[in-house]
């Protein structure tokens, strides 16, 4: 069964940073394209980035370019989004997402984690 | 960017019912579109990829169809569990991007 865990998430002060995980499980990590995708409080669906299986290709959302950086460790099997100069539109629940066919063709969620941009 | 416009916004419906959602492409994106359900403080779950084609899993009351630049997701027969907010995704041309939702509540 493919499980997705995010973590790392919480309250931070606008221009603070942060580090985002997904645990993943069930399938073979390294052979998948993963995603970032976030959702604003009461808003709909934003795709964030994409890592390719390797680590070697990355993918931004232009509201993101240059202050987020997503990577993966293939040993540990655990995606990561590293989150710099956050303000208040970056507050919204953050999923993972395994890509299916197509590498912006996400099959699998985690239950997402928070992160609350706020003084 | 390819806009996605999901019609209606929102919608009242009974259990039963049979439930039509569209989403509409800027531009051609063939059959590379998905289809997602959203249940209330849970994670989208995908229902139909490559535009009519069901994930595992997913009752069959479930369905899509549609190529190009015009999709539907229809429900055959509308349970409890359904009433829920549907996105579609199109993931053709870079970068991909979401149809605003459509909320499907009890009439």
């Known amino acids: 069964e493919v499980q997705l865990v995010e973590s790392g998430g919480g309250l931070v002060q606008p221009g603070g940073s942060l580090r985002l995980s997904c645990a993943a499980s069930?399938?073979?990590?390294?052979?998948?394209?993963m995603s970032w995708v976030r959702q604003a409080p009461g808003k709909g669906l934003e795709w964030v980035s994409t890592?390719?299986?390797?680590?070697?290709?990355?993918y931004y959302a232009d509201s993101v370019k240059g202050r987020f950086t997503i990577s993966r460790d293939n040993s540990k099997k655990t995606l990561y989004l590293q989150i710099n100069s956050l303000g208040a539109e970056d507050t919204a629940i953050y999923y993972c997402a395994r890509s299916g066919s197509g590498w912006f063709a996400f099959d699998y969620w985690g239950q997402g984690t928070l992160v609350t941009v706020s003084s | 960017d390819i806009q996605m416009t999901q019609s209606p916004s929102s919608l009242s419906a009974s259990v039963g019912d049979r439930v039509t959602i569209t989403c509409r492409a800027s531009q051609g994106i063939r059959n590379d579109l998905g289809w997602y359900q959203q249940r209330p403080g849970k994670a989208p779950k995908r229902l139909i990829y490559?535009?009519?084609s069901l994930q595992s899993g997913v009752p069959s009351r479930f369905s899509g169809s549609g190529s190009g630049t015009e999709f539907t997701l229809t429900v055959s027969s509308l349970q409890p569990e359904d009433f829920a907010t549907y996105y579609c995704l199109q993931h053709n041309s870079y970068p991909p991007t979401f149809g605003q939702g459509t909320k499907v509540d009890i009439k």
């Open positions: 490559a535009a009519s």
């Open positions: 890592i390719s299986g390797s680590g070697a290709g990355t």
């Open positions: 069930g399938f073979t990590f390294s052979t998948y394209a």
